[in-house]
């Protein structure tokens, strides 16, 4: 039997809506299933999700911590600056006016706007000769007008010869001559010869103790070549032993600081270990002229870990009683005893 043709619109129209619905719910269904994802990438996404996340909690420690070292050096700082003006006021009192003066600086430097530094820098200063104070020393300049630098020739031949019997300060004088006669020569060889000579002068004045002129020397020869492991080596010993004799009196901590890297690197370099003792017992007697018992009592124990010695004992006890009472924690001496 043939089937009936609709021709109602109403019919029509319901089969094409049932079409519609059909691929809509087809389309629904591959939409969902496009978002359901395997095992092994959801385990992918949340080892990303706690990768990411121990980054940004690791950045946030180091940060913290960067925070936290700055806060603490900046701490160190400061007192450090408080120490320098409580002993330059006390330098003034004493008539000690070029001591105040460089330890007052030396605050300036760090921090220009250091309550009542100024003001007392201007005081001192109104106490010392001007002149005194401000004059720049010039070294007078070499003159070899005495000095025939008319045969070149035999000038190198000496050269050659100092060389050979490693007496170089006879070698740089004597090329010192040779550049003044204007005559043509080796420039290599001489620059050669001249180069083992500052380096090794040097090397020698550090070691006899004339520190300065060995690192003059030293710096002389590194603009011919650039200096050995040596050298560098004896260069950073120097340098940090001239350092701490530079601020000597003046501020125990950058001496102290110089000298206890020496002492890690070198502690046989002439006589550093001495130095770092008589260091640590001077920056622990101005703690205690100030009443910072605790620094103090940290100065003195450096100090007795070097070696032990009559005149720390009494003042190790004494930051220690001090420092005790600081924390709040005073012990019965006599009772210990």
Known sequence: MNKIPRTN??????????????????????????????????GLVVIIFVFVGFLVIGYIG????????????????????????????????????????????????????????????VDARSHVDVDLYDKDIDEPAEVF?????????????????????????????????LKLTGEDFDQDEINSILFVALRNRGIQSIESGDIELGLTDL??????????????????????????????????????DNLYILYQIAPNFRD?????????????????????????????VFADNLRNDASLTNKLKQAIEGCDLELGNSTDVTQTE
């Open 272 to 300: 550093t270990e001495i130095k770092l003792w008589q260091a640590y017992m001077e920056y622990g007697s101005e703690f205690l002229g100030v009443e910072e018992y605790c620094d103090a009592k940290d100065q003195f």
């Open 219 to 256: 710096e002389h020869a590194e603009q011919i070549v650039a200096l050995d492991s040596v050298a560098e080596q004896r260069r950073r010993w120097a340098s940090l032993y001239l350092y701490g004799a530079t601020f000597w009196d003046i501020n125990w901590k950058i001496v102290v």
């Open 145 to 177: 007008s005495y000095i025939d630098v008319s045969n070149s020739g035999e000038l190198i031949e000496n050269i050659r010869l100092n060389y050979k019997m490693k007496l170089w300060q006879d070698v740089i004088i004597d090329i010192e001559h």
């Open 9 to 42: 619109l109403s019919d029509i129209y319901s089969e094409r809506e049932h079409t519609v619905q059909t691929k809509s719910t087809r389309s629904k269904n591959s939409f969902i299933q496009s978002l359901t994802v395997s095992p092994f990438a959801t």
């Open 62 to 121: 180091y940060t913290v911590g960067i925070d936290n070292t700055r806060s603490i050096s900046a701490t160190a700082e400061m007192r450090e600056l408080d120490l320098q003006v409580a002993l330059a006021n006390k330098d003034v009192d004493n008539g000690n006016y070029m001591l105040a003066l460089e330890r007052l600086e030396y605050v300036l430097n760090v921090s220009p706007n250091y309550p009542g530094a100024q003001k007392l820098f």
